[in-house]
């Protein structure tokens, strides 16, 4: 609900560009003059130089499981850098979407993608004089074509989403409250996808890395490039899609876009929508990562990074909740009225969940049960995912859910990080479940591969009891929120809690 105006103008400018009214983007904010084409393009090439040229060095350096963190850090440390003045698409693929998101445009977006291509090239030879020495793009072993479209497609979709729902959605520039973590989400979908998607494709999810890699290794073999950015381009395209499907008032070919006067009212087609996208994307993310085994030590990261984007990026639509555990304590809190809202929104998690699941089984054809770790039984399982069940619900209430919240910009985090703290804390116990739509997708993988299911209904008992038990301590800790209020400050929390009674 928070544009960043650097982003917000910069499309707000590409329509008004597509009637002929101006002929520049935004520049930085507060700026009396709008950025120039020069600079636009070259801080494009800057951009997607930095970017390649440390995906080049995190690879040949053999920084191992954390070299997706460092490739997140300088995409978001590029974009707080440079988004005021070009936008900081820095990937054809977004700017694809920008394209079909602001018609008459195209021209624009098809200099930017140049550009970034010459960016990614000059990097990828910078690299390859470095160490000279070069790696190849192509599947991992085992993996092949379908692999390569899967994967590629899901998290240049989950990327490209993020950028549309955080710095592209047109209707809040007039808010009061500055937007400052659209590039933490931006960059942490790539923490997301590299983790969880590396070991099979390398995690490209940009057409200038896939060229810019394939062309400087060509004396390895050349050609999987076409494929990968065939792929990556068809993610932007779903995720454009997806976009307009959880933000119907996103009118396309309107130069003026939608209504500025407030936030955009979202129906329950739209809030069920998101609340689907952001469990699939939390569960695959979370089966990808796990099947990896215990090498995998970023997974936990992975997993949380995909929760921090979703929230981010959904947070104003449906409220986020992507958890039956959090909708059950969101419910007990008296912040969702409508007991029929609720089960949409739970069965919408279970079913992405669920989905998610026979995602990630179909890709990797492995999967893993739900129970005590080896040394542990049953009682510490309960207690294990009931206490951080309750951490991340209560943290959920406690940040996203007030009358009048004050951590506008970093309620993502910490519902992000709720993830972290359960997962690296109780991993090794129960698996660090904490969400019955987690629980039912895992298990229900595990069906698929050896016709065993049922420990789920376990772990979601447990989990929704500390969803309810979240809601009392919030209600003894929070009295103020249950007296009556005349009126909600323009919050997130009140945002949050408009959307789910609506």
């Known amino acids: 609900a928070f ?50 040229f440390t995906v080049g060095c995190n690879v040949l350096s053999g920084s191992g499981a954390f070299a997706a963190l460092s490739i997140a850090s300088v995409l978001m440390v590029s974009i707080y850098a440079l988004g005021g003045v070009s936008g900081g698409h820095f990937n ?15 021209v624009e977006m098809g200099i930017y993608s140049l550009v970034q291509f010459v960016g990614g090239l000059a990097a990828a030879f910078s690299y390859l004089g470095v160490f000279n020495q070069s790696f190849n793009l192509a599947p991992g072993a085992g993996f092949g074509f379908a692999h390569v479209a899967v994967v590629e497609t899901l998290f240049t979709f989950v990327l490209v989403f993020t950028v549309l729902n955080c710095a592209a959605t047109v209707g809040y520039e007039n808010k009061k409250q500055d937007n400052q973590f659209y590039g933490l989400a931006i960059g942490f979908t790539i923490l997301v996808g590299g983790s969880a998607g590396g070991f099979i494709t390398g995690g490209a999810f940009n057409p200038a890395v896939a060229l810019a890699i394939d062309v400087s290794s060509m004396h390895l073999g050349f050609g999987w490039c076409a494929i990968y950015i065939a792929f990556q381009l068809l993610g932007a395209a779903i995720a454009y899609g997806a976009f307009v499907a959880v933000r119907p008032r996103e009118t396309p070919g309107t130069p003026d876009g939608p209504s500025s006067s407030g936030p955009q009212e979202a129906t329950l087609v739209s809030k069920c929508i998101a609340e689907f996208i952001g469990t699939y994307v939390l569960v695959v993310t979370v089966g990808l990562n796990v099947v990896q085994g215990g090498s995998n030590v970023a997974a936990v990261l992975s997993i949380g990074a995909a929760l921090l984007v979703m929230v981010y990026s959904l947070g104003d639509v449906s409220g986020a909740h992507f958890n039956p555990a959090v909708t059950a304590a969101v419910v007990c809190a008296k912040k969702m009225n409508s007991l029929g809202v609720a089960a949409a929104y739970v069965a919408s998690q279970v079913f992405g969940g669920i ?49 009048k919240v004050e951590l506008t910009n970093f309620f993502g985090l910490a519902i992000g990080f709720a993830v972290i703290v359960g997962g690296y804390a109780i991993g090794g116990i129960s698996g660090g479940a904490l969400n019955p739509g987690v629980s039912v997708g895992v298990d229900f993988a595990n069906f698929l591969n050896t016709g065993r ?21 919030f209600y ?17 929390g009140a945002t949050f809690q408009e959307r789910a009674n609506a």
């Open 355 to 403: 989905l998610a699941g026979v995602t990630f089984w179909a890709i990797t054809g492995k999967s893993f049960a739900l129970g005590p770790a080896p040394g542990y039984g049953w009682a510490s399982v309960a207690a294990a995912e009931f206490t951080f069940t309750f951490l991340l619900c209560f943290v959920v209430l406690s940040v996203a859910c007030l009358r």
């Open 476 to 492: 003894i800790t929070r009295g103020a929120e249950f007296e009556p209020q005349k009126e909600l400050g323009p919050t997130y």
């Open 3 to 52: 544009l960043p105006p650097q982003q917000g103008r910069l499309v707000a400018l590409l329509r008004r560009e597509a009637t002929q009214q101006v002929s520049a983007f935004a520049g930085p904010a507060g700026s009396n003059r709008m950025s120039t084409s020069t600079e636009r393009y070259i801080s494009e090439f800057v951009g997607t130089y930095l970017l390649v």
């Open 453 to 473: 299911f049922g420990t789920s209904i376990v772990y979601s008992i447990i989990q929704l009891a500390a969803g309810v038990v979240a809601a009392l301590v």
């Open 92 to 106: 054809p693929a977004v700017s694809f979407a920008l394209g079909l998101k602001v018609p008459g445009t195209w």
